[in-house]
């Protein structure tokens, strides 16, 4: 499900399923998009933060075009304790692997990988970013 | 709201050798965080920075030699340091350079069709364009063009000037081998034929990779903030930003015009340490200024580019293009991009 925004109207409430991973998108060249994101974190419950929940930043590939400060976007990763993703929309390949590293994300979040939990995933993830 | 959490220099510094190149091999991306954290250097926007000195009593500079510097619009490029360069050789260099571009002419890669002309090269030093000590003192290169008809009493035109310059970059020239000098930036003003020719020449007498020097919105707003708080001696123009809106059938450029006593008592609120600007400040001055924006016109630039930033030391644009407007503030500004030009090498 796609939202510009959250909290998402809740007229839908009942007919929505199960919200297994929330993933934020960030575009490095539109500043707005990273406080529209500070904005919507408010009104997520803080039970998504332990493993549910991840940053995806895009428009990578220009870095010439950058307009968000990347502190400010490490910071908001430690701050919520969730993985920040890299990726460029504009080349193929990397759209498939990013979307495919999302899907593998959210088999773990939906508890379908056994011996795998969101938790254990997502502390695994903030681990090897810091190395 | 005005000041949020202080952003602390982040505890893993990793070089990010990937940040400056435009949309990069796809096996690296996919991987994860290609940006290294933060590590002070103005182009990937350091928590804290310190402002360019204030204009500086230049006792022994003379403004005047570097006068012909201003008000003239300015290509710049990064390069890479230069192998067994001599600046006590600078005639040799450019009597070599002068021959280099009268064989290019031969070969038919005329730059002017028409005329013939000469072109007359000269190579100097600009002793005065210096930070520190360390820095290599800048060197200008100039071609001039004499009518090939008429005797040497013709007048001599300028038709391109192109300098290498150091200003601060003690970062660079503190790791390079011996042999190597830095000039890390350079600025070329001319017909882009004359630019490619004397950049060919470097590179292959030097063994040094020229490359355009672009400018990100980030590093502009930058730009905004430090150069709104210098004073001025004279009225200052208005400061302007540009905005170019993405993802539009036509292009369009919003152009925002900003008192200049209006800008500065704006960023004399925000900036707390005189002499000192962080990146929060940058943020604060700039969110104000576009929030100002968003009541009047219910446009978002926050979500637009920002393509140039006018105030009345200098312009700037994304490009890659400067303008010097105020020469006290000319290695102010030449320090800042000279640490543009570094990172963009690393």
Known sequence: ?131 | ARRGAAPGLAPAMESADGAVRTLPSIGRLSRGPTFGRAHGRFGLSPSGRLLPPAPRSQENADPQRTAFLLRKQWTLYSVTPLYRFSDARLRDYARLLSAFIAAEKQKGLAVEVGVELDIKVSVSSLPDLKGSDQDQAAILVQLSSRSAASSKNSEEKLIWSGWFCCVSGDDLSENVPEDFTCLPLFLANGGESYTSIVGSWFQKTFDCCFRRLAISPLNLSWMAAMWTGCKVDKTASAMELVFSVPCLPQPLNISYAIHPEDAKALWDTVQKTPGEITQEEVDVFMDCLYSHFHRHFKIHLSATKLVKVSTAIASAHCDGIIKFLQSQYLTGVLMLLTELAISQIQ
């Open chain 1, 1 to 131: 499900h796609l939202a510009t925004s959250l909290p998402l109207p809740s007229e839908r409430d009942h007919l929505r399923p199960r919200i297994d991973l929330i993933a934020f998108m960030i575009d490095i060249k539109s500043k707005y998009s990273l406080k529209n994101v500070e904005a919507s974190l408010a009104h997520v419950d803080a039970s998504f933060f332990l493993g549910k929940v991840c940053f995806l930043v895009t428009g990578v590939g220009r870095v010439n075009y950058c307009s968000v400060e990347m502190n400010a976007i490490w910071k908001l990763g430690e701050v919520y304790c969730s993985p920040v993703l890299f990726c460029e929309l504009e080349l193929e390949g990397i759209r498939v692997a990013t979307a495919q590293r999302l899907l593998r994300m959210l088999q773990i979040c939906a508890g379908h990988i056994p011996g795998v939990s969101a938790l254990s995933f997502g502390s695994l993830m903030r681990n090897s970013a810091d190395d």
